[in-house]
Nanobody
């Protein structure tokens, strides 16, 4: 079992930066690939970023590539999402999720692949 708690959201002006954190409990964090997703009002949840269990493989949605960076610290059971050059269209609730027992290099971008979810943290980017 993995429990996930996101933090670091808030209100920021366009062009600004935020760093989201996702703290995981449970011994299986280091054997889980992790992902960040977001959901804007009235829209479906969408994939943002992926990181493999070791941190050696990362993958991004085209809309955030070059602006967002995902990383993890397995010693601290935490995954991060650094968001730079934020745009109003980045506004939404951001969720971290664990793809339990994904210890390969397969990139997973579908929410159906993820077993555990956090409660989400709100990010609002003003223009």
């Amino acid at each position: 079992q993995v429990q996930l708690v996101e933090s670091g959201g808030g209100l920021v002006q366009a062009g600004g930066s935020l760093r989201l954190s996702c703290a995981a409990s449970g011994r299986t964090f280091s054997s889980s690939a992790m992902g960040w997703f977001r959901q804007a009002p009235g829209k479906e949840r969408e994939f943002v970023a992926f990181i493999s269990w070791s941190g050696g493989v990362t993958y991004y949605a085209d809309s955030v590539k070059g602006r967002f960076t995902i990383s993890r610290d397995n010693a601290k059971n935490t995954v991060y999402l650094r968001m730079n050059s934020l745009k109003p269209e980045d506004t939404g609730v951001y969720y971290c999720a664990a793809d339990h027992l994904n210890v390969g290099v397969a990139v997973t971008t579908s929410s159906n692949d993820y077993d555990y979810w956090g409660q989400g943290t709100q990010v609002t980017v003003s223009s």
